[in-house]
T-cell receptor, first 109, second 115 residues
Framework: QKEVEQNSGPLSVPEGAIASLNCTYSDRGSQSFFWYRQYSGKSPELIMSIYSNGDKEDGRFTAQLNKASQYVSLLIRDSQPSDSATYLCAVINAGKSTFGDGTTLTVKP | DTAVSQTPKYLVTQMGNDKSIKCEQNLGHDTMYWYKQDSKKFLKIMFSYNNKELIINETVPNRFSPKSPDKAHLNLHINSLELGDSAVYFC??????????????FGSGTRLTVV
């Protein structure tokens, strides 16, 4: 079992729709959870961090964390073509960050 | 002002050569990392330094040797390059607080091609 698993893409949504990206992790001791966006040929960029159970909203992005289910998700509301990228889930335990394989999102105009 | 800068951006070299990649951060972060991203886009940690001290050393061939002269710099030297070393290498930095972490800032990456 992979330490961090993301729903396999690619994911395609129409412009204006909600994109839902999911991630599960295996280590119950994990403390910090992040979502990064990576455009093709660019470096990953931190877009959301979440540390406690529940929802955290930032603009059109909402991160959700459920430690009991070892699950973290990212919702993108009102998806725009500029949101088309690969989204990486990262989980930190004891100072070490493990990344998922990424989910590629395409938002079609 | 670039927060995490890596040089060079592209590196094409022959098998067997030795090469170095340099990284500098001006964010005042205490921890720096090297990650390798392969052709399938999987990001795998290689090394991590906290205040110049090596804290993470993953299963990486000993041809790879990191060096941190101070907490703002982390370099990566690779000896006897092999075809399988071709990848994008990302430097990153972060600020830690105990076991918590505030997320990484990545450099722009170095695309290494070994021919």
């Amino acid at each position: 079992q992979k330490e961090v698993e993301q729903n396999s893409g690619p994911l395609s949504v129409p412009e204006g729709a909600i994109a839902s990206l999911n991630c599960t992790y295996s280590d119950r001791g994990s403390q910090s959870f992040f979502w990064y966006r990576q455009y093709s040929g660019k470096s990953p960029e931190l877009i959301m961090s979440i540390y406690s159970n529940g929802d955290k909203e930032d603009g059109r992005f909402t991160a959700q964390l459920n430690k009991a289910s070892q699950y973290v998700s990212l919702l993108i509301r009102d998806s725009q073509p500029s949101d088309s990228a690969t989204y990486l889930c990262a989980v930190i335990n004891a100072g070490k960050s493990t990344f998922g394989d990424g989910t590629t999102l395409t938002v079609k105009p | 002002d670039t927060a995490v800068s890596q040089t060079p951006k592209y590196l094409v070299t022959q098998m067997g050569n030795d090469k170095s990649i340099k990284c500098e951060q001006n964010l005042g972060h205490d921890t720096m990392y090297w990650y390798k991203q392969d052709s399938k886009k999987f990001l795998k940690i290689m090394f991590s330094y906290n205040n110049k001290e090596l804290i993470i050393n993953e299963t990486v061939p000993n041809r790879f040797s990191p060096k941190s002269p101070d907490k703002a710099h982390l370099n990566l030297h690779i000896n006897s390059l092999e075809l399988g070393d071709s990848a994008v290498y990302f430097c990153a930095s972060s600020q830690s607080r105990g076991l918590a972490n505030y997320g990484y800032t990545f450099g722009s990456g170095t695309r290494l091609t070994v021919v």
